[in-house]
């Protein structure tokens, strides 16, 4: 028997307000430890497609579901659950840049607590030394004391990436997490989402321009152009002359 999809979308459609299609009839299933890459031209509707998953953007018709729960119907403490089963990671890291490396990956944990604790910077023991494996995950243990915006963008990025460990996230959804680096720390980053996804078993989902990023790391690949899902094949059927038709302008 075939597990249950721990994503799928069902005929999804997204409007936005002022009318721009951002997603149009999307079907789509992951898979629980999957490592989907999803490639398109900028505004094919990548970051909308991840958005819809964790409730930032509602669809305006159609389901995703979550581990078979319709997210739309998620509220309160159901929808703060879903939020901590899904980390999210940004192009531009989204750190609090004054803070130490500590502090923010800390804030991870930020809905467990009440506000006035987190904000108070009262963490428990237990939850500093989580902090300190996650940055050991990612090789910035050294860095745990300095600020955030002391550090080079790539090790930003793993501090990004050891914060949504803090939540045990079931899936991560990485938005263009590298567009902002140079190679180097490109594969570092690449790296870490893949040892989480291989040894965590976390289903990973990243949104690429590079497509020889994507052929390297992928187990699929997926390519979106003006809002339709135009391709949807497991890595060893993926061709790099299909992902360079993706990318050819309309
Ligand atoms: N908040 C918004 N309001 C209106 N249109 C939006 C909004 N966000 C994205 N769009 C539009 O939706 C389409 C898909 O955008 P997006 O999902 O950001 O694409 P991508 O991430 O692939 O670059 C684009 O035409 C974009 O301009
Ligand atoms: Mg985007």
Same mark, same amino acid.
């Given at each position: 028997?075939?597990?249950?999809?721990?994503?799928?979308?069902?005929?999804?459609?997204?409007?936005?307000?002022?009318?721009?299609?951002?997603?149009?009839?999307?079907?789509?299933?992951?898979?629980?430890?999957?490592?989907?890459?999803?490639?398109?031209?900028?505004?094919?509707?990548?970051?909308?497609?991840?958005?819809?998953?964790?409730?930032?953007?509602?669809?305006?018709?159609?389901?995703?579901?979550?581990?078979?729960?319709?997210?739309?119907?998620?509220?309160?403490?159901?929808?703060?659950?879903?939020?901590?089963?899904?980390?999210?990671?940004?192009?531009?890291?989204?750190?609090?840049?004054?803070?130490?490396?500590?502090?923010?990956?800390?804030?991870?944990?930020?809905?467990?607590?009440?506000?006035?604790?987190?904000?108070?910077?009262?963490?428990?023991?237990?939850?500093?030394?989580?902090?300190?494996?996650?940055?050991?995950?990612?090789?910035?243990?050294?860095?745990?004391? #300095? $600020? =955030?915006? !002391? &550090?080079?963008?790539?090790?930003?990025?793993?501090?990004?990436?050891?914060?949504? %460990?803090? @939540?045990?996230?079931?899936?991560?959804?990485?938005?263009?997490?590298?567009?902002?680096?140079?190679?180097?720390?490109?594969?570092?980053?690449?790296?870490?989402?893949?040892?989480?996804?291989?040894?965590?078993?976390?289903?990973?989902?990243?949104?690429?321009?590079?497509?020889?990023?994507?052929?390297?790391?992928?187990?699929?690949?997926?390519? #979106? $152009? =003006?809002? !339709? &899902?135009?391709?949807?094949?497991?890595?060893?059927?993926?061709?790099?002359?299909? %992902?360079? @038709?993706?990318?050819?302008?309309?």
């Amino acid at each position: 028997m075939k597990a249950q999809p721990i994503i799928e979308f069902q005929n999804v459609n997204k409007v936005y307000d002022n009318g721009t299609v951002g997603l149009k009839a999307i079907n789509l299933k992951v898979n629980p430890g999957e490592f989907l890459v999803v490639v398109g031209l900028s505004g094919a509707g990548k970051s909308t497609l991840m958005r819809t998953i964790n409730q930032m953007h509602r669809p305006s018709s159609g389901k995703v579901l979550v581990d078979g729960v319709e997210v739309a119907t998620l509220k309160g403490t159901a929808l703060r659950e879903l939020r901590r089963k899904v980390g999210m990671i940004f192009q531009n890291f989204n750190l609090v840049k004054r803070s130490s490396v500590e502090h923010n990956v800390l804030s991870g944990k930020i809905s467990y607590y009440p506000t006035w604790k987190s904000i108070l910077g009262l963490y428990s023991k237990a939850d500093k030394r989580k902090a300190a494996q996650a940055l050991d995950r990612v090789n910035l243990l050294e860095k745990i004391y #300095m $600020r =955030a915006d !002391q &550090l080079s963008g790539g090790q930003q990025q793993r501090v990004a990436i050891a914060r949504t %460990l803090m @939540q045990d996230p079931k899936i991560i959804l990485a938005d263009e997490p590298i567009a902002s680096l140079d190679p180097l720390t490109t594969t570092a980053v690449m790296n870490d989402l893949q040892k989480l996804n291989q040894e965590d078993g976390i289903t990973v989902i990243v949104n690429l321009h590079s497509v020889p990023l994507a052929l390297k790391y992928a187990d699929r690949i997926v390519g #979106m $152009r =003006a809002g !339709q &899902l135009v391709y949807d094949e497991p890595i060893d059927q993926v061709t790099e002359e299909d %992902l360079n @038709q993706i990318y050819q302008p309309m």
